[in-house]
């Protein structure tokens, strides 16, 4: 794949980001952190997948390439997931702390 193409799949990636109905204001950043984190998969993968020696469209792709492909895209993801989960399921914000943490909120911004 040459670097042309691969800017090509980034800014595919970016298209379909803001086709998507990605929200135009996503913490105060206009949203471009989602369609830099879109746009980053494609920009890191697809030379990976290059140097794996993987052809889109090939009859038979070698097996390390496909051992890559199956590692981005089904692997990886999967490890980051659960990773997120093992964080949100021991992270301290239970239904009473956040109901005290609102109080606080609008106690500062009736002040």
Not at 12 to 22: D, E, K, R, T, V
Not at 79 to 95: E, I, S, T
Request: positive net charge; hydrophobic residues 55%; glycine residues 8%.
């Amino acid at each position: 794949m040459s670097n042309s193409q691969t800017r090509q799949a980034v800014a595919y990636a970016n298209l379909q980001a803001i086709q998507s109905g990605a929200p135009a204001h996503v913490d105060g950043d206009g949203g471009h952190r989602l369609r830099s984190g879109n746009a980053a998969a494609p920009a890191l993968a697809l030379p990976l997948l290059q140097w794996a020696g993987y052809r889109s469209g090939a009859a038979d792709n070698p097996h390390g390439a496909l051992l890559v492909l199956l590692g981005l895209y089904c692997i990886l993801p999967l490890v980051l997931k659960l990773a997120v989960m093992a964080l949100m399921w021991r992270f301290p914000l239970d239904a009473a702390e956040q109901a005290r943490l609102r109080a606080a909120i609008a106690a500062r911004a009736a002040a």
